[in-house]
């Protein structure tokens, strides 16, 4: 009987001890199933992506956060302020005034390394063109006078200083045009009529001094303290502004078409370019009779 016993005691234990866990073999990566072994916490990274599993890129230097899977921070945008108007007083440089007061409609000179002459000289006549143009449209209809008995800037009313101060802008485009123009009766040596309709476009806007007045009055209207007596600056500028500004810039405009009409005849641009109506002869002031 105990013989017995002890045989079904040893037949007992050997399924307990198949029961017992066996210690796992470690599988080499890229092995089938090793992907569901989870990562011991002890174990030391070796670099190298687990099967099964997409390695997350390591994000370089400079790389924004977007790129590393974070939302990206976008700055704000900076912006800058409109410059102040700058009073030019009497003898002030040209140069800071261009620096601070413009239309947008300004041009650079001709630089051939940067540029084809013929698209330049299309886009120097096209964009003259306009400015003369914001010019008329920014007079018409006005009385073509200043404010009689003015004595300070107070006088005159929000709309009238608007008008001064953007007419100055386009005083300071258009002193670009004139400095630009010196070089394009050289630049058209081989074509003789081009460069007689680009020599006599250059006088033109050199005389073309009428707009100064605006950059007068609108530093009168800024700095009323630098200009005395007020009101009879302001009324001698303004009369000055208003009965010779518009020939001068219909001479300009006159020019420009021959330059035009020249610059198509040499096919330099490619394209003809359409030439604009010749101006009225009268200014585009209120009550004025358009011939």
Known sequence: MLTS????VLAGAAPLQAQKPQRATPTLLG?????AQPPSATQPATGRPTAGKPARPTPTLGTPPSAAGQPAT????TTTAAPAVQPQGVGSGAPAAVAATTAGLAIEPFDEEVGELGAYARRFALQLDSTIATMVNLFRNTSGQPLTGAMEPRALSSRERDRWNRCRDLHW????YASAAHDLPEAFDEAPALQRAAAALD????????TGECDNVASMIAAPDRWAPWGQQYESGARRFYSEWYPQ???VQEKNRAFIVALNATGATGEGIPVPPA????????????R
Do not use: E
Request: aromatic share 4%.
């Open 5 to 8: 016993a002890l045989v079904i």
């Open 31 to 35: 092995t089938p199933g090793a992907a």
């Open 74 to 77: 976008t700055a704000a945008p």
């Open 173 to 176: 485009d258009l002193q670009s």
């Open 203 to 210: 006088t033109s806007l050199t005389a073309f001094q009428a």
């Open 249 to 251: 810039a219909r001479d």
């Open 279 to 290: 101006m009225p002869r009268n200014p585009p002031y209120a009550g004025a009779s358009v």
